[in-house]
């Protein structure tokens, strides 16, 4: 039931975006930088993209630099991305530090008033594999909750999910909840 609760709510607040204005940039701005920071919520379910009461921290920091441009996903404001990410883990998560790469899409379901909503996916691809993750290969799966400051910064809330979709075995996954900075130009 909850699935088809979020599946509605997520159809109806996207009608409500509109793609002649793209809420994650500056009006005429085309490119933009963002760095985010993020605390490890966990490993195993993709729930906790939305579900904080599962949430356990783990000691893990996320750090990724992302170079976005504008673009339109079913004529809703988006945005492509290029990711390059850390993952620190340190004391009883030692061993699940990795360095990746990959490409993004997310895209603004919803804006009112300088606030917004989306979803974003994409393809990633680390330095290692570990026992949490036994391939190279993962997806990213992010859900975040953004707020214009100026005409050219943004601040944005977000959870994030890294995993391999089941493609191997070990597929145990890394959650993440953090803050992002964003400059458009």
């Known amino acids: 039931m909850r699935k088809i609760i979020f599946a509605i709510l997520c159809i109806s607040l996207a009608t409500h975006a509109d793609a002649s204005t793209n809420p994650m940039f500056g009006d005429g701005d085309i490119n933009s930088v963002t760095i985010h920071i993020a605390q490890s919520t966990g490993s195993h379910n993709i729930r906790k993209l939305i579900w904080p009461f599962d949430w356990d921290i783990y000691p893990q920091t996320f750090l990724m630099a992302t170079y976005s441009q504008p673009v339109t996903v079913f004529r809703l404001p988006a945005r492509i991305n290029l990711n ?34 989306g979803i974003g996916i994409g393809p990633y691809y680390r330095d290692n594999h570990d026992r949490w993750l036994s391939s190279r290969f993962m997806f990213g799966e992010k859900v975040f909750l953004g707020k214009n400051i100026s005409e050219h910064w943004r601040g944005e809330l977000f959870t994030q999910h890294f995993s391999n979709g089941d493609i191997t075995d070990v597929n145990t996954g890394f959650n993440f909840f953090g803050l992002a900075i964003n400059y458009s130009f």
């Open 84 to 117: 390059i990410l850390q993952n620190i883990a340190y004391e009883s998560s030692h061993g699940l530090s990795f360095i990746g790469t990959g490409v993004s899409w997310d895209i603004s379901l919803f804006d009112y008033r300088g606030f917004y909503i």
